[in-house]
């Protein structure tokens, strides 16, 4: 195989979607298995539908999922500039090539003349009826006027733009990497438009051209551009640069998790959930569009999930790192059918690396959340909180809510239905006892402070249930979670006695006005 080099090519249209990270990560994983070149190309010629910002959130977005590139707008590279609007000047000459080889023309057709022949034309097998051989003969065209007619148009200055001129009942095929030999009939293609009125190339001119500069080996992108390949094709083929055609592979669509219809923004904002990797304010329509990110997902889970969304090892193998992934990635293991995505796969993910992950560099990873709260803990209080709680949080955000108790006092009680039933006034001087001899532990460890229960509940001949759920509400204010010993343990001796005495102080009122 010649030398691998590939490309993302995302146009700065807004925040990149997840399915547009999936894309950048097979491209990387598979740039970075065989030793090729993973570059990143802003496609944007399309100026009406620039947003800015997203050229600078598609680089951060690259960054915190960790897919370093090799050639870009911000590195450079060989084969530059990266941005299309920079290269501009070099696409007219190809168009007026194809032109030249009678593979193109030039229209003059305004927007509305070319409504008109739709409307005309459609009927109801073809509600949308093309540009193409079949009605290009009655446009205004340089392949239907003639020399005087064009003349005079050219003589007004009448904006025109360059079509590709497709001939009628070819087959035009394909490999794909995925989808094996594809197939496309020419009359099913319309005369796509090279370069627009103001001498900008479309996606397909410039993509095509770039492509080839840059000396691409695989075009790897999403199914919808499936239908854009022969055009492609025959692009390549008339610009005389078939020998040097990258190889295709169109990954499959990323649905929905019911599986009916693509997973759209939409979706995730109704459903709560992130679709795209980071956070996207949208100033003009004031939208918030979470992302990854501050849901808490770290990004190595992020890139593990996003592999596995068409694509699996053939083992049974899920959790990989960065490097695994790269060893274990093979674009002959994609999958044709669509991909369910599956938020709570998401998580289980992250879940799997929080729990690998060293408790110091959990605290770290959590103290954002904990400090957007208002506390400041010291590292180690932080590392011990994470050590003990790493296996009861899925996302960093969910930390707080499973954690809060640890950095403040507890004012609720989760279940005081049991407060109501099963609290005995009668032993609150047993319990006030219970408090002092914890409170006079030298040591104030787990197995010390158990003990130290276990002999006093057998002592005081009272049962397991009339006093440890009650030192977990009055520790935590839920009677679930983690051993509530470790948590004792953490919190201190002097913090444990003051829960201890208000928690029982509310316990007798809650009974009383039960
Ligand atoms: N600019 C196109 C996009 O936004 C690139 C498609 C391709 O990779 O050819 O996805």
Redesign the pocket.
């Known amino acids: 195989m010649s030398k691998v080099r590939v490309?993302?090519?995302?146009?700065p249209?807004g925040p990149l979607h997840i399915g547009?990270i999936r894309?950048a990560l097979y491209n990387y994983l598979f740039a970075r298995k065989t030793g090729g070149t993973f570059i990143l190309r802003i496609?944007d010629t399309d100026q009406t539908r620039y947003v800015e910002g997203a050229e600078q959130y598609i680089l951060n977005a690259l960054k915190w999922c960790g897919l370093e590139l090799d050639e870009s707008v911000e590195k450079g590279g060989e084969h530059g500039p990266y941005r299309q609007s920079d290269r501009k000047d070099m696409y007219a000459q190809y168009a007026e090539q194809l032109v030249k080889n009678g593979h193109a023309y030039y229209a003059y057709d305004t927007p509305e003349e070319i409504d008109q022949m739709r409307e005309n034309l459609k009927t109801p097998e073809d509600p949308n009826p093309k540009y193409n051989f079949a009605s290009r003969g009655n446009m205004k065209n340089t392949l239907s006027l003639s020399a005087e007619e064009i003349k005079a148009l050219d003589d007004a200055n009448t904006p025109h733009i360059i079509r590709l001129k497709v001939e009628p009942n070819e087959e035009i095929t394909f490999q794909d990497i995925v989808r094996g030999d594809v197939t496309f009939s020419s009359n099913e293609l319309d005369d796509k438009v090279l370069l627009k009125t103001d001498g900008m190339p479309t996606?397909h001119m410039a993509?095509i051209v770039d492509?080839h500069f840059m000396e691409i080996s695989h075009?790897?992108?999403?199914e919808e551009?499936l239908s854009?390949t022969p055009t492609h094709v025959l692009l390549y083929r008339y610009l005389g640069w078939e020998d040097t055609m990258p190889q295709f592979c169109h990954l499959p669509l990323i649905l929905k998790p019911d599986g009916k219809g693509k997973l759209s923004k939409r979706y995730g904002a109704k459903m709560g959930i992130p679709v795209f990797p980071t956070e996207w304010k949208d100033d003009t329509k004031n939208e918030l569009f979470i992302g990854f990110r501050e849901e808490g997902f770290l990004p190595e889970a992020v890139i593990n999930f996003l592999a596995f969304l068409g694509w699996n090892p053939g083992t049974e193998q899920e959790i990989f790192t960065p490097d695994g992934l790269i060893q274990a990635f093979d674009l002959e293991r994609v999958n044709k059918a669509g991909a369910r995505f599956d938020i709570q796969k998401a998580r289980w993910f992250n879940q799997q690396y929080i729990m690998q992950t060293d408790p110091a560099q959990l605290a770290a990873l959590v103290r954002p959340h904990v400090e957007g709260r208002g506390h400041q803990p010291t590292d180690e209080y932080l590392a011990k909180v994470c050590e003990l709680m790493k296996e009861r949080f899925e996302t960093l955000k969910d930390f707080w809510a499973n954690s809060r108790y640890f950095f403040e006092e507890v004012t609720e009680y989760d279940n005081e239905k049991i407060i109501r039933k099963r609290w005995k006034p009668e032993n609150r001087d047993k319990m006030h006892d219970l408090k002092s001899s914890i409170n006079r532990l030298r040591n104030f460890t787990p197995d010390n402070i158990e003990s130290q229960v276990k002999k006093f509940i057998e002592e005081q001949e009272l049962s397991f249930g009339e006093v440890l759920p009650f030192i977990r509400l009055a520790v935590s204010g839920t009677t679930k979670g983690a051993s509530i010993f470790e948590i004792m343990s953490i919190l201190g001796e002097e913090e444990v006695a003051k829960r201890l005495e208000r928690g029982f102080n509310d316990f007798d009122k809650i009974k009383e006005n039960a």
């Open positions: 490309r993302f090519a995302p146009s249209t547009g894309t496609e996606y993509n492509d075009v790897i992108r999403g551009w854009s």
